[in-house]
């Protein structure tokens, strides 16, 4: 696929990878288009093609009394917002065959989660909406194995598909990124490295995860480095108080200077 199939994408002429980047989940409407606007200031800036993130519930938590969202409607409600007001596309993750069909009415990218990329019926579903959809790599999974996630998909009648790289167990409580999976799975549909999901650390005692949101730029170099065709940034202005995944996110005041300095790489990659 190409990411003119993408509605409302922009800077598609730049030879830049591109981003989808926004917080982990939607908290409200206001901290949403907070947001979606200082990327969107940046990504034009530095003429980044941007897909802006949000998740609109979150049914993967480590304990009951996570935050899990704001209410399916009132989220989905906010993307659409977003889109609306900045002419830019969203996307967001499904957890369920029902969120398939629903989600599709208000965004314009599909988000299979990693922990569910091999469940059929899901990914079926999300193939029958005609959306483009990003299909994440389980941390279980080889880069090979996802050759068959991306053919299901296919076989759906949709050839509409990303694979994201969010990391690989390394352990029980860290996570490492195999870069030799890029050039593989990039022979089954373009790649995204989901660079700041790939610092978690799970597991924790305290059923809260942790990450190491220093390494962001190493990552996100590397991954650059590497020809990934798309980036994955989490991003909030308050990460520490963030109600979702805030110990990995990058601080929104530094994503300026991350993608000055990739978008920098990328130019020198293309000139070889």
Same mark, same amino acid.
């Given at each position: ?11 598609t002429?730049s030879?830049?990878? &591109? ?5 982990? !989940? ?15 200031e ?9 897909? &802006?993130?949000?998740?609109?519930? %979150?049914?993967?938590?480590?304990? +009951? ?6 209410g399916n ?7 659409? %917002? ?32 990693? &922990?569910?990329?091999r469940?059929?019926?899901?990914? $079926? !579903?999300?193939a029958?909406?005609? %959306? $483009?959809?990003?299909l ?9 194995a ?10 759906s009648?949709?050839?509409? !598909? ?26 089954y549909?373009p790649? $995204? ?8 650390q ?10 190491r949101?220093?390494? +962001? ?6 991954g650059v480095?590497?020809n $990934? ?8 202005f308050?990460p ?6 805030? !110990? ?25």
């Amino acid at each position: 696929m190409t990411l003119s199939e993408v509605p409302k994408i922009k800077h598609t002429y730049s030879n830049n990878f &591109f981003l989808l980047c926004g917080p982990c !989940a939607i908290e409200g409407e206001d901290m949403a288009l907070r947001i979606a606007e200082k990327v969107i200031e940046i990504t034009n800036k530095l003429e980044i093609p941007y897909v &802006f993130k949000g998740s609109f519930k %979150k049914a993967n938590r480590s304990r +009951i009394d996570s935050f899990t969202g704001i209410g399916n409607e009132n989220a989905l409600k906010i993307l659409k %917002k977003v889109s609306e007001t900045f002419d830019v596309p969203t996307v967001t993750d499904i957890h369920e065959v029902s969120d398939a069909a629903m989600a599709a009415e208000y965004v314009d990218v599909l988000q299979i989660p990693a &922990f569910l990329v091999r469940q059929t019926d899901l990914v $079926v !579903a999300a193939a029958e909406t005609g %959306k $483009v959809v990003n299909l994440k790599k389980g941390q279980f999974m080889s880069p090979e194995a996802m050759k068959h996630a991306v053919q299901k998909f296919k076989d759906s009648g949709n050839d509409k !598909a990303w694979i994201t790289d969010r990391g690989t167990m390394f352990g029980y409580q860290d996570m490492i990124v195999d870069f030799r999976g890029i050039p593989t799975m990039k022979q089954y549909a373009p790649v $995204v490295l989901d660079v700041t999901h790939s610092l978690q650390q799970p597991n924790q005692s305290a059923g809260i995860t942790g990450g190491r949101p220093d390494m +962001i730029e190493t990552i996100a170099r590397a991954g650059v480095v590497n020809n $990934v065709d798309g980036l994955f940034i989490e991003t909030h202005f308050d990460p520490a108080n963030a109600k979702s995944d805030g !110990a990995n996110m990058l601080h929104l005041d530094n994503l300026e200077k991350l993608l000055t300095n990739l978008v920098a790489i990328r130019k020198t990659v293309n000139s070889l």
